[in-house]
T-cell receptor
């Protein structure tokens, strides 16, 4: 079964606006990551937040993690047309095998 | 530039054929993964391997097998391809193996789009 569910499935905004994507997961985790996928290509790692962290920033990206609610959010500020892509959350399990499972993704369109 | 290379970008196969998808990484990573990606379903983990000759089932292993004879190479095998295995297949690797502490950041290949007719 899918570990993460993302919301919304699709998001369309104007350039310059902020984009917020949410991720919910089911089991205990060691860390949560966000990845980006441009159309038809492999995924690229954006940012990682550990289970003992609540918020993390990287450039225009801000990630929050609420382990009590088993949820995370990714905020992209001042969006650009080049941010148009699909965004996925991924969870690393707390077991020993380093399994990483992904959510269903949010498709973001930034209109110039 | 570190890389994960998937041998075929596009493949077309017939139902019942045996299909091999190859993945090679040059980063000396411990872990390797195979996912399939379908619209609306995101990425689903098929198998992963945390060491040579070691493998673990993911969430959807049925109809697939894997082989990891060398650290850098992880193969996905469809013993008898079926039309419901038409999909994008993504290989990834990460540095941390079994029992290692830290966070596993994945590096992905470009993907192999398989069509089974």
């Amino acid at each position: 079964s899918q570990q993460g569910e993302e919301d919304p499935q699709a998001l369309s905004i104007q350039e310059g606006e902020n984009a917020t994507m949410n991720c919910s997961y089911k089991t205990s985790i060691n860390n949560l990551q966000w990845y980006r996928q441009n159309s038809g290509r492999g995924l690229v790692h954006l940012i990682l937040i550990r289970s003992n962290e609540r918020e993390k920033h990287s450039g225009r990206l801000r990630v929050t993690l609420d382990t009590s609610k088993k949820s995370s959010s990714l905020l992209i500020t001042a969006s650009r047309a080049a941010d148009t892509a699909s965004y996925f959350c991924a969870t690393g399990d707390s077991g020993g095998y380093q399994k990483v499972t992904f959510g269903t993704g949010t498709k973001l369109q930034v209109i110039p | 530039d570190v890389k994960v290379t998937q041998s075929s970008r596009y493949l077309v196969k017939r139902t019942g054929e045996k299909v091999f998808l190859e993945c090679v990484q040059d980063m000396d990573h411990e872990n390797m993964f195979w996912y399939r990606q379908d619209p609306g379903l995101g990425l689903r983990l098929i198998y992963f391997s945390y060491d040579v000759k070691m493998k673990e089932k993911g969430d959807i292993p049925e109809g697939y097998s894997v082989s990891r004879e060398k650290k850098e190479r992880f193969s996905l095998i469809l013993e008898s391809a079926s039309t419901n295995q038409t999909s994008m297949y993504l290989c990834a690797s990460s540095p941390l193996g079994q029992g290692k502490s830290g966070a596993n950041v994945l590096t992905f290949g470009a993907g192999s789009r398989l069509t089974v007719l």
